[in-house]
T-cell receptor, first 117, second 110 residues
Framework: KAGVTQTPRYLIKTRGQQVTLSCSPI?????VSWYQQTPGQGLQFLFE???????NKGNFPGRFSGRQFSNSRSEMNVSTLELGDSALYLC????????????????FGPGTRLTVT | GQNIDQPTEMTATEGAIVQINCTYQ??????LFWYQQHAGEAPTFLSY????GLEEKGRFSSFLSRSKGYSYLLLKELQMKDSASYLC???????????FGRGTSLIVHP
């Protein structure tokens, strides 16, 4: 079974631009979560999509948005980029069942390394 | 909210045993994960505990005490390739999303 894939792997943008990152989950996984990882803050949760609906949202500004398609692929968009947005953006997929069902084991993609200059 | 604590860094010798602790405070509890992350790579799943006790999986074992809000990851027969960051993540409060600790950087030296 193919793992989680993310594109692009590396990206360099300038302040004020916008960027779209893509994630394809493991086949059969309906939940896709996005995380931002920086050396200082660790893994910070952005949002989670399940069956094309945003089910959970972290504490990030509205410049960060996402969506999920009917095939469970997901995109994340960041508008008006700031220097502080430089980070590794990780996507994780899971079966996404109810809490306590043990179906929340997340499988991470390789990430997109975004550098904002 | 949730509070998850792990040591920032640990060092150990090749062939030895190391225990990485994780304490958490949360309302409601639906499980605890351990992930391994090598530098520049994505986290990979190691274990999931939802009941008290020890789960053994090869060289790695994970323990959970829900009453104490405590877990540990035990790594035996350490190898150089075990040098990585180890992330503790808690699923709680009816949330579908685990909250991650800052991670423990483990350095294994010869």
């Amino acid at each position: 079974k193919a793992g989680v894939t993310q594109t692009p792997r590396y990206l360099i943008k300038t302040r004020g631009q916008q960027v779209t990152l893509s994630c394809s989950p493991i086949s059969g996984h309906r939940s896709v979560s996005w995380y931002q990882q920086t050396p200082g803050q660790g893994l910070q949760f952005l949002f989670e999509y399940f069956s094309e609906t945003q089910r959970n949202k972290g504490n990030f500004p509205g410049r960060f948005s996402g969506r999920q398609f009917s095939n469970s692929r997901s995109e994340m968009n960041v508008s008006t980029l700031e220097l502080g947005d430089s980070a590794l953006y990780l996507c994780a997929s899971s079966l996404g069942g109810s809490p306590g069902q043990g179906t929340h084991e997340q499988y991470f993609g390789p990430g997109t390394r975004l550098t904002v200059t | 909210g949730q509070n998850i604590d792990q040591p920032t860094e640990m060092t150990a010798t090749e062939g030895a045993i190391v225990q990485i602790n994780c304490t958490y405070q949360t309302s409601g509890f639906n499980g605890l994960f351990w992930y391994q992350q090598h530098a520049g790579e994505a986290p990979t799943f190691l274990s999931y505990n939802v009941l008290d006790g020890l789960e053994e999986k090869g060289r790695f074992s994970s323990f959970l005490s829900r009453s104490k809000g405590y877990s540990y990851l035990l790594l035996k027969e350490l190898q150089m390739k075990d040098s990585a960051s180890y992330l503790c993540a808690v699923l709680a409060g009816g949330s579908y999303i685990p909250t991650f600790g800052r991670g423990t950087s483990l350095i294994v030296h010869p």
